[in-house]
């Protein structure tokens, strides 16, 4: 009753005055129908933000009772700035929830909140908390970063090309188009280079699927492993090999999009085979 009154009383106000005053009710009368909730109340797991050894990115894990669309904001301060999704094909709600925080800085101390919104409007938002990045990562050189496709078994779009296995950047992904166990990529480094560790970062679905388990390495026409992904090796290192072509299969994994956050080779530590 108020706002038609409102609306009544400036009828006669210019066209530009009466039509602000129109969003402001609007959004006034929005704010007071959404049904805004503890995000505690649909939380069935406690929040764990893992950062990135790089300093550079973050992923947050949370399982929810319900359905929701997920989003995490995330800053410096509680002005935030950024805002991170979770990256799944199927998008819409879902119960287990992984967005990738980019855009880090090393050794900083970043603020996040958690929203869900739920089929039926309900927003459920958390108190305001906080994460620390590690300083960067020291190391070999990853001899992968910019390497040469030069083959692959399929990409699941123009957002999931091979080439975000090999970009340094733990927020994108390559992804097959249910490749499962037949997943593989091929590069070329360019030139023959003395391999110390390699490290397959196994891309993960919220379902479970498209989970790597282990992968072999191809260096130059000889085939190396079975090797546990996310665990990194150095029998290239350890045999001398020094090779230009290297090639990844999928040994075993969950099925479906099967693929990688990101592929790491890296120069022995002597420089040499």
Do not use: K
Not at 47 to 66: F, K, N, Q, Y
Not at 209 to 216: G, P, Q, V
Not at 252 to 260: F, V
């Amino acid at each position: 009753m108020y706002a038609l009154l409102m609306l009544r009383t400036t009828c006669r106000a210019s066209g530009a005055a009466t039509i602000a005053l129109m969003l402001v009710l609007g959004v006034m009368a929005y704010a007071s129908a959404a049904d805004v909730r503890d995000f505690e109340d649909i939380a069935a797991s406690d929040v764990v933000v893992t950062p990135d050894p790089s300093g550079l990115a973050a992923i947050l894990e949370v399982d929810t009772s319900i359905d929701v669309a997920c989003s995490v904001v995330y800053g410096t301060d509680e002005s935030f700035g950024l805002i991170a999704v979770d990256s799944d094909m199927d998008g819409g709600a879902h119960a287990d929830h992984h967005p990738v925080m980019g855009g880090l800085e090393p050794e900083t101390t970043y603020l996040y909140r958690l929203q869900g919104t739920a089929p039926d409007g309900t927003l459920y938002v958390s108190e305001v908390m906080s994460f620390d990045t590690p300083a960067a990562a020291e190391g070999p050189d990853n001899l992968a970063l910019g390497a040469t496709i030069t083959g692959v078994s399929s990409e699941w779009s123009d957002a999931f090309t091979a080439e975000n296995a090999f970009d340094g950047d733990p927020t994108t992904e390559w992804s097959t188009a249910s490749d499962g166990d037949d997943a593989w990529v091929e590069i070329d480094l360019g030139a023959p280079q003395a391999i110390g560790d390699v490290i397959f970062r196994t891309r993960s679905m919220s379902d479970g699927s498209a989970t790597t388990a282990s992968y072999t390495v191809t260096a130059d026409g000889v085939t190396y492993g079975p090797f546990s992904a996310d665990e990194p090796f150095g029998e290239l290192q350890d045999t001398g090999v020094n090779a230009q072509l290297l090639r990844f299969d999928v040994e075993d994994s969950t099925g479906g999009n099967t693929g990688a956050i990101e592929i790491l080779v890296l120069a022995a530590d002597d420089g040499e085979g």
